[in-house]
């Protein structure tokens, strides 16, 4: 949905209508791409090992591959066939991803498995395509998409765009479905009228959200539970018919393969939708939101239940964060740390970590007895300086948040 490329600029995805010979041309184009990424893998690699072996340093940023490109196409037929613009694109992907790649090694202070690598080859079976076009490369004709190279593709236009689109990404997932994607600035703010409210948001495995609003609650929705199990499943079942490393995958491989995705895609969409609703209703109903900061680990020993409700909360805090900026609310992210520790009423923090398993907060100083999340939900919203309604006068120590977006 509104994933932001930066400040002023929103996503906007809509499912493509492709024929088959559409597909096969858009197929060409990506195979294309894919050789071109692969050559600049090449190049980087070669300049390299040139550069230690000679002590002297190859360049090998965008200026010197699009001169290549350039040779690459006046060798090669098929190549210059296709568009540029989307080849050019290659290029200058490469070369940010192998900017960063350079970049992060430097950077001392990231740990070795945070810094990005440099850029791989792309193989034919793994990489999904993915093609972007600048906008000299693709037009909007009524309800066409022409893309450079006379390609033309139908998006099921299921919202107006907000402007212009500055540039459209073409990609297919990994269940065979095409998308297009397209950068347009960000939508005007529809300002929803003034509440007067404030509410604090915690996020949890049991209950996606707790907040200082019974009315708000979002459960974990079962459905991630029943789905969890049957990806689990599909899981299991490729995880038996595993091919052994270089052997071709089989039927029984591709296709349990394809039913986990599948169970993915249905869950995300799910999950999304939900996130969208409470989202909506929680942007309709306060004017300030405090949120807390969650970011998933996805820890590779964490159970089912925990990466299903990571990705729950995940999709549900872009919501929240997308309907505020769209209805003009202010969204105040909170650091979790010692959330559950403080007292939501009087601010105190607690000398010991709460275990998991006790489930109601007690203050000791103030007498405070509140469920454990419920407490976490007003040590939230007292952090981000919000005034809670109907406040008993007691304000808390507050310590300043980080600002959203
Ligand atoms: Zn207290």
Redesign the pocket.
Known sequence: MGSASDAGKVRYTFRLRVSGTTERLLQAEWDRCRWVWNQCVEASNTAHTETITTGVKIECGPAQLDKRLTSWRGEHDWLSNGSSVCQQQTIRDFGRARAKALKDRKDKSLAPRQRRGLPRFKSKHRAAPSLNYTLRGFGIDGKLLNLAGGIVVRPVWSRDLPGAPSSVRISRDVLGRWWCSFVVPRPEVEQLPATGRSIGIDWGVTDVATTTSDDHDLPHPQYGRTAAAKLARYQRMMARRRPAKGAAASRGYKHAKRAAAKQHAHVAAQRADTGCKWAKAVAADFDQIAVEDFRPTFLARSTMARKAADGAIAATKRALIEQAGKHGRQLVLVDPKYTTTD??????RAKHRLPLSQRTYR??????VAPRDKNSAHVIRNRAGFNPAGADGIR?DRSPSEQAA
């Open positions: 007292c939501g009423n009087c601010g105190v203050c000791e100083p103030c007498g405070h808390p």
